[in-house]
Protein backbone atom coordinates (compact mmCIF):
# COMPACT_ATOMS: atom_id res chain seq x y z
CA UNK A 1 0.00 0.00 0.00
CA UNK A 2 1.11 3.04 -0.76
CA UNK A 3 0.57 6.86 1.15
CA UNK A 4 0.31 5.68 4.38
CA UNK A 5 -3.72 6.29 5.65
CA UNK A 6 -5.07 7.01 2.09
CA UNK A 7 -7.85 4.59 1.53
CA UNK A 8 -8.22 4.60 5.92
CA UNK A 9 -12.37 5.79 7.18
CA UNK A 10 -11.09 9.48 9.10
CA UNK A 11 -10.98 9.40 13.11
CA UNK A 12 -14.88 11.11 14.04
CA UNK A 13 -13.65 13.54 16.95
CA UNK A 14 -14.26 12.46 20.72
CA UNK A 15 -17.49 14.51 22.09
CA UNK A 16 -19.98 17.00 20.57
CA UNK A 17 -20.21 19.83 18.72
CA UNK A 18 -20.54 23.24 20.07
CA UNK A 19 -24.04 24.65 19.04
CA UNK A 20 -24.80 27.88 21.03
CA UNK A 21 -23.41 31.05 21.33
CA UNK A 22 -24.29 32.70 24.26
CA UNK A 23 -24.75 31.67 27.70
CA UNK A 24 -26.80 33.35 30.06
CA UNK A 25 -27.51 33.13 34.16
CA UNK A 26 -31.95 33.85 34.30
CA UNK A 27 -33.67 34.19 37.44
CA UNK A 28 -36.05 31.30 38.06
CA UNK A 29 -39.09 30.94 40.86
CA UNK A 30 -36.32 31.81 43.40
CA UNK A 31 -33.39 29.77 41.79
CA UNK A 32 -31.10 30.53 39.09
CA UNK A 33 -31.48 28.48 35.50
CA UNK A 34 -28.80 28.52 33.00
CA UNK A 35 -29.37 29.47 29.44
CA UNK A 36 -27.94 28.62 26.25
CA UNK A 37 -29.38 31.22 23.02
CA UNK A 38 -32.45 31.84 25.45
CA UNK A 39 -32.95 27.85 26.03
CA UNK A 40 -33.03 26.41 29.27
CA UNK A 41 -30.04 23.44 29.13
CA UNK A 42 -32.05 20.48 29.89
CA UNK A 43 -30.32 17.24 32.16
CA UNK A 44 -30.59 13.54 30.65
CA UNK A 45 -33.58 12.89 32.22
CA UNK A 46 -34.86 16.62 30.91
CA UNK A 47 -34.84 17.90 33.97
CA UNK A 48 -33.63 21.87 33.91
CA UNK A 49 -30.08 23.09 34.46
CA UNK A 50 -31.78 24.99 37.37
CA UNK A 51 -29.89 25.49 41.07
CA UNK A 52 -31.27 27.22 44.30
CA UNK A 53 -27.48 29.04 44.58
CA UNK A 54 -26.59 32.13 42.31
CA UNK A 55 -22.55 31.44 42.91
CA UNK A 56 -23.30 27.83 41.72
CA UNK A 57 -25.42 28.73 38.72
CA UNK A 58 -22.57 31.71 37.63
CA UNK A 59 -20.10 28.85 37.99
CA UNK A 60 -22.18 26.34 35.62
CA UNK A 61 -22.45 29.70 33.02
CA UNK A 62 -18.41 29.81 32.92
CA UNK A 63 -18.25 26.31 32.63
CA UNK A 64 -20.67 26.15 29.51
CA UNK A 65 -19.18 29.40 27.91
CA UNK A 66 -15.72 27.50 28.09
CA UNK A 67 -16.80 23.89 26.64
CA UNK A 68 -16.31 23.70 22.87
CA UNK A 69 -13.50 26.87 22.71
CA UNK A 70 -11.45 24.98 21.32
CA UNK A 71 -9.87 24.80 17.59
CA UNK A 72 -12.58 21.92 16.63
CA UNK A 73 -15.19 23.38 18.70
CA UNK A 74 -16.55 19.80 20.53
CA UNK A 75 -16.55 19.08 24.22
CA UNK A 76 -17.28 16.29 26.04
CA UNK A 77 -18.81 15.59 29.90
CA UNK A 78 -15.17 15.77 30.98
CA UNK A 79 -15.39 19.42 30.11
CA UNK A 80 -18.40 20.33 32.63
CA UNK A 81 -17.48 18.40 36.13
CA UNK A 82 -19.65 20.69 38.19
CA UNK A 83 -22.90 20.25 35.34
CA UNK A 84 -22.40 16.45 36.01
CA UNK A 85 -22.38 16.94 39.95
CA UNK A 86 -25.34 19.28 39.79
CA UNK A 87 -26.94 16.67 37.32
CA UNK A 88 -26.75 14.25 40.40
CA UNK A 89 -27.89 16.37 43.22
CA UNK A 90 -31.01 17.45 40.53
CA UNK A 91 -31.64 14.38 39.10
CA UNK A 92 -30.57 11.08 40.13
CA UNK A 93 -30.17 11.60 43.98
CA UNK A 94 -34.50 12.72 44.43
CA UNK A 95 -35.12 9.83 42.01
CA UNK A 96 -33.19 7.00 43.88
CA UNK A 97 -31.99 8.58 47.57
CA UNK A 98 -32.19 5.43 49.57
CA UNK A 99 -30.21 3.80 46.75
CA UNK A 100 -27.81 6.34 46.91
CA UNK A 101 -27.81 6.26 50.79
CA UNK A 102 -27.02 2.95 50.74
CA UNK A 103 -24.29 2.38 47.96
CA UNK A 104 -22.20 5.44 49.94
CA UNK A 105 -23.25 3.41 53.74
CA UNK A 106 -21.50 0.39 51.71
CA UNK A 107 -17.75 2.21 52.20
CA UNK A 108 -18.20 1.96 55.63
CA UNK A 109 -17.35 -1.75 55.97
CA UNK A 110 -14.41 -1.76 52.98
CA UNK A 111 -13.04 1.91 53.81
CA UNK A 112 -9.42 2.31 52.47
CA UNK A 113 -8.15 4.22 56.11
CA UNK A 114 -10.18 0.96 58.26
CA UNK A 115 -7.39 -1.50 56.56
CA UNK A 116 -3.66 -1.33 57.44
CA UNK A 117 -0.41 -2.87 56.05
CA UNK A 118 -0.47 -6.69 57.07
CA UNK A 119 3.37 -6.49 57.65
CA UNK A 120 3.20 -3.56 59.80
CA UNK A 121 5.99 -2.41 59.48
CA UNK A 122 6.84 1.59 57.76
CA UNK A 123 3.81 1.54 55.93
CA UNK A 124 1.64 0.68 58.49
CA UNK A 125 3.29 3.61 60.78
CA UNK A 126 2.48 5.78 57.76
CA UNK A 127 -1.01 5.26 57.33
CA UNK A 128 -1.53 5.11 61.22
CA UNK A 129 -0.13 8.22 61.16
CA UNK A 130 -2.53 9.66 58.39
CA UNK A 131 -5.83 7.91 59.34
CA UNK A 132 -6.42 7.72 62.95
CA UNK A 133 -6.47 11.73 62.88
CA UNK A 134 -9.65 11.11 60.73
CA UNK A 135 -10.89 8.37 62.51
CA UNK A 136 -10.65 10.30 65.56
CA UNK A 137 -12.30 12.88 63.71
CA UNK A 138 -15.43 10.68 62.64
CA UNK A 139 -16.03 9.59 65.90
CA UNK A 140 -15.96 12.97 67.25
CA UNK A 141 -18.15 14.41 64.77
CA UNK A 142 -20.65 11.53 64.04
CA UNK A 143 -20.12 9.53 67.22
CA UNK A 144 -19.25 6.51 65.72
CA UNK A 145 -15.95 4.40 66.24
CA UNK A 146 -15.05 2.48 63.31
CA UNK A 147 -13.09 -1.13 63.31
CA UNK A 148 -9.38 -1.49 61.82
CA UNK A 149 -7.71 -4.23 60.95
CA UNK A 150 -3.99 -5.65 59.45
CA UNK A 151 -4.29 -7.39 56.62
CA UNK A 152 -7.37 -7.68 53.93
CA UNK A 153 -9.54 -10.36 55.84
CA UNK A 154 -12.67 -8.68 55.20
CA UNK A 155 -14.31 -6.98 58.85
CA UNK A 156 -17.66 -5.37 59.53
CA UNK A 157 -18.24 -2.26 61.71
CA UNK A 158 -21.00 -2.53 64.42
CA UNK A 159 -24.71 -2.00 63.55
CA UNK A 160 -25.10 0.47 66.12
CA UNK A 161 -22.71 2.75 64.24
CA UNK A 162 -23.58 2.13 60.64
CA UNK A 163 -27.12 3.41 61.94
CA UNK A 164 -25.87 6.03 63.52
CA UNK A 165 -24.18 7.07 60.30
CA UNK A 166 -26.65 6.38 58.04
CA UNK A 167 -29.64 8.50 60.41
CA UNK A 168 -26.69 11.34 60.06
CA UNK A 169 -26.20 11.05 56.41
CA UNK A 170 -30.39 10.66 56.17
CA UNK A 171 -30.56 14.55 56.67
CA UNK A 172 -27.98 15.68 54.17
CA UNK A 173 -29.17 17.51 51.43
CA UNK A 174 -29.18 16.64 47.86
CA UNK A 175 -26.04 18.93 46.96
CA UNK A 176 -24.24 17.24 50.33
CA UNK A 177 -25.14 13.70 48.61
CA UNK A 178 -23.58 14.81 45.37
CA UNK A 179 -20.53 15.66 46.68
CA UNK A 180 -20.08 12.54 48.67
CA UNK A 181 -21.10 10.76 45.33
CA UNK A 182 -17.73 11.80 43.99
CA UNK A 183 -15.70 12.20 46.81
CA UNK A 184 -15.97 8.45 48.44
CA UNK A 185 -15.50 6.41 45.22
CA UNK A 186 -12.80 8.61 44.25
CA UNK A 187 -10.94 8.12 47.47
CA UNK A 188 -12.38 4.65 48.26
CA UNK A 189 -13.06 6.27 51.75
CA UNK A 190 -16.24 7.21 53.38
CA UNK A 191 -14.26 8.66 55.97
CA UNK A 192 -12.13 10.95 53.96
CA UNK A 193 -15.48 11.57 51.94
CA UNK A 194 -17.43 13.10 54.74
CA UNK A 195 -13.85 14.96 55.64
CA UNK A 196 -14.40 16.77 52.18
CA UNK A 197 -17.71 18.09 52.54
CA UNK A 198 -16.42 18.63 56.10
CA UNK A 199 -13.86 21.13 54.69
CA UNK A 200 -10.99 19.25 54.85
CA UNK A 201 -7.99 19.92 51.95
CA UNK A 202 -8.17 18.23 48.81
CA UNK A 203 -4.35 18.22 49.05
CA UNK A 204 -3.85 16.38 52.13
CA UNK A 205 -7.38 14.14 51.58
CA UNK A 206 -5.24 12.94 48.39
CA UNK A 207 -1.87 12.00 50.45
CA UNK A 208 -4.09 9.84 52.79
CA UNK A 209 -5.92 8.01 49.86
CA UNK A 210 -2.50 7.55 47.99
CA UNK A 211 -0.29 6.43 50.85
CA UNK A 212 0.26 3.06 49.82
CA UNK A 213 0.88 3.64 45.95
CA UNK A 214 3.64 6.93 47.31
CA UNK A 215 5.40 4.61 49.35
CA UNK A 216 5.55 2.03 46.48
CA UNK A 217 6.80 4.71 44.29
CA UNK A 218 9.31 5.82 46.66
CA UNK A 219 10.53 1.80 46.88
CA UNK A 220 10.41 1.31 43.53
CA UNK A 221 10.77 4.47 41.49
CA UNK A 222 8.07 6.60 39.84
CA UNK A 223 5.51 4.82 37.86
CA UNK A 224 3.24 7.74 35.48
CA UNK A 225 0.26 5.57 35.23
CA UNK A 226 -0.06 6.23 39.06
CA UNK A 227 0.83 9.49 38.96
CA UNK A 228 -1.62 10.39 36.43
CA UNK A 229 -4.07 8.33 38.21
CA UNK A 230 -2.87 10.09 41.37
CA UNK A 231 -3.48 13.66 39.13
CA UNK A 232 -6.71 12.70 37.89
CA UNK A 233 -8.40 11.67 42.03
CA UNK A 234 -6.85 15.24 42.88
CA UNK A 235 -9.26 17.04 40.14
CA UNK A 236 -11.95 15.18 40.64
CA UNK A 237 -11.73 16.12 44.16
CA UNK A 238 -11.06 19.87 43.94
CA UNK A 239 -14.26 19.99 41.87
CA UNK A 240 -16.38 18.46 44.63
CA UNK A 241 -14.87 20.68 46.78
CA UNK A 242 -15.84 23.51 44.95
CA UNK A 243 -19.03 22.35 44.16
CA UNK A 244 -19.49 21.66 47.70
CA UNK A 245 -18.44 25.34 48.80
CA UNK A 246 -20.67 27.05 45.99
CA UNK A 247 -23.85 25.36 47.11
CA UNK A 248 -23.08 26.32 50.82
Not at 49 to 73: D, F, K, M, N, Y
Not at 194 to 210: D, H, K, P, R
Request: net charge negative; charged share 20%; proline share 4%.
Amino acid sequence: MSGGTTGMPARAPAGRKRFWKQVQLVPQDGAFAVELDGRCVRLPGKTALCVPSRALAEALVAEWQTAGQGAEGYFTPDDLPLTGIAGSMLERIPQARDGVLESLLAYANSDLVCYRDGAQGKLAAQQAALWDPWLAWLGKTYGVAFHTTHGVMPIRQSGQDLQALGAAMQGMTDAQLAVLGVAVPALGSLVLGLALMGGAAVEELVACATVDERHQMAVWGQDTEVTDRIASMQMELETAARFNALTR
